[in-house]
T-cell receptor, first 112, second 113 residues
Framework: DAKTTQPNSMESNEEEPVHLPCNHSTISGTDYIHWYRQLPSQGPEYVIHGLTSNVNNRMASLAIAEDRKSSTLILHRATLRDAAVYYCILGLYGGSQGNLIFGKGTKLSVKP | NAGVTQTPKFQVLKTGQSMTLQCAQDMNHEYMSWYRQDPGMGLRLIHYSVGAGITDQGEVPNGYNVSRSTTEDFPLRLLSAAPSQTSVYFC????????????FGPGTRLTVL
């Protein structure tokens, strides 16, 4: 299974943008890049996913490098509620297995 | 929709006891799975199901049994609890097996003494 590398922790100030990096140098052509987050004492929740092009939704933006070996999750204005562990996960979309393989993720702290 | 629900929220067992963790979803999802999360770690897949009557093993299946008699329910059974099974357990579901967005329940925090 393709592996991702993320920083253990990051800090941000409230209402400032946050860029969460993810390296996935062994990504295959059929791997989608998924981001989930886990708020304290809750189950993970979906944030965004993409294949090759940059993606935007109401929660965040996903910027994918041209060679697809890295990506960045962008929270445009961090709030205190965005403090969570963010997981970057590679997975098949339209493939034969939908299981997600979680690493340790990046713990984001947001300061008021 | 209630989404994915799990019961109980908390449970304490003694070594050797058995119990069933319940998971239900009301979104008519075919795919359901169980993960465990140990302190400071990511989630690891225990078992999953691609539809009623069909289950398969994940990364860490030993000590756990599952069955899927209905689309809605996917219980996880601990046959003989061990302290190594102390963890938080999450159930998830998605519309299809094909890498679709997964929806997670709130978790069951299990302690085995």
């Amino acid at each position: 299974d393709a592996k991702t590398t993320q920083p253990n922790s990051m800090e941000s100030n409230e209402e400032e943008p946050v860029h969460l990096p993810c390296n996935h140098s062994t990504i295959s052509g059929t791997d989608y890049i998924h981001w989930y987050r886990q708020l304290p004492s809750q189950g993970p929740e979906y944030v965004i996913h993409g294949l090759t092009s940059n993606v935007n939704n109401r929660m965040a933006s996903l910027a994918i490098a041209e060679d697809r070996k890295s990506s960045t999750l962008i929270l445009h204005r961090a709030t205190l509620r965005d403090a969570a562990v963010y997981y970057c996960i590679l997975g098949l979309y339209g493939g034969s297995q939908g299981n997600l393989i979680f690493g340790k993720g990046t713990k984001l702290s947001v300061k008021p | 929709n209630a989404g994915v629900t799990q019961t109980p929220k908390f449970q304490v067992l003694k070594t050797g006891q058995s119990m069933t963790l319940q998971c239900a979803q009301d979104m008519n999802h075919e795919y359901m799975s169980w993960y465990r999360q140990d302190p400071g770690m990511g989630l690891r897949l225990i078992h999953y199901s691609v539809g009623a009557g069909i289950t398969d093993q994940g990364e860490v299946p030993n000590g756990y049994n599952v069955s899927r008699s209905t689309t809605e329910d996917f219980p996880l059974r601990l046959l003989s609890a061990a302290p190594s099974q102390t963890s938080v357990y999450f159930c998830a579901s998605s519309y299809s097996l094909e890498g679709d967005t997964q929806y997670f329940g709130p978790g069951t925090r299990l302690t085995v003494l």
